[in-house]
């Protein structure tokens, strides 16, 4: 059974599994790029990386409208429980595995920052590693690279997503040597294009991957989907 993405623009992807679908850093509403509205979206579980609001920005109301479980580190879970009233979630941090039933999420480090959009504090800025239906997922979140990057492709990745549209996070030169340390088998850009200022170009990011490095990359438009 292989896993549907879906890249919903930014830093937003939905994963849809046999089992369930995984809402990753909802942010569609006031996204430029966003190719549906929240009003619109299914999630089961709902993976937060970090508080800002181009991560978390519409993670209540999808949570209180399908009732998804929101996933996030202890600050951000305790943030939409007690300001937004989302009852379902689960608090973690840094290392920590959750057991979803058939499928595992890791919280691993990001280096970044994680302020809430209230200016409430929001813990530490994670990654997640999803292991489900088989096949080994790392999502960065926003990062810059760091070299302990080469601890995650232990046990090998299916798939790594990550950002390069610089200036927030790494751009397209730190993201190449992130995937020759990863060493994933595909590897998704995400975080470029919402906005001028991360604007690059994700063609000329491809042609670096496939020269420098032995992924396979995998670009689409908001809206477009791909399969792990
Ligand atoms: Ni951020
Ligand atoms: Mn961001």
Not at 18 to 39: G, K, N, Q, W, Y
Not at 69 to 83: G, H, S, Y
Not at 177 to 185: E, H, M, N, T, V
Request: one cysteine or more; aromatic letters at 8%.
């Amino acid at each position: 059974m292989r896993t549907e993405l879906t890249w919903l623009g930014h830093a937003c992807w939905q994963l849809r599994t046999a089992e369930r679908t995984i809402l990753i850093d909802p942010f569609l509403d006031e996204s430029p790029t966003a190719p549906v509205r929240a009003a619109d979206i299914e999630a089961d579980v709902i993976l937060v990386t970090h508080g800002h609001f181009d991560h978390i920005a519409d993670a209540a109301p999808i949570a209180k409208r399908t009732g998804a479980t929101v996933i996030a580190n202890f600050e951000i879970a305790q943030w939409l429980t007690n300001v937004h009233g989302v009852t379902a979630t689960v608090g973690m941090n840094l290392g920590g595995s959750y057991d979803l039933g058939g499928a595992k999420v890791t919280m691993v480090p990001a280096w970044h920052s994680s302020q809430l959009p209230d200016g409430s504090y929001g813990g530490n800025p994670g990654g997640f590693i999803l292991q489900l239906s088989g096949k080994r997922l790392y999502f960065a979140g926003d990062t810059a690279l760091f070299s302990d990057m080469q601890l995650f492709a232990r046990g090998g990745l299916d798939l790594a997503v990550l950002p390069i549209g610089d200036l927030f996070t790494m751009g397209i030169e730190d993201s190449i040597r992130a995937i020759r340390w990863l060493a994933p088998k595909q590897v998704a850009p995400s975080h470029y294009g919402t906005w001028p200022p991360i604007a690059v170009d994700a063609g000329q990011w491809a042609e670096a991957v496939r020269r420098e490095t032995s992924a396979e990359p995998i670009v689409v438009e908001p809206g477009g989907k791909f399969l792990v």
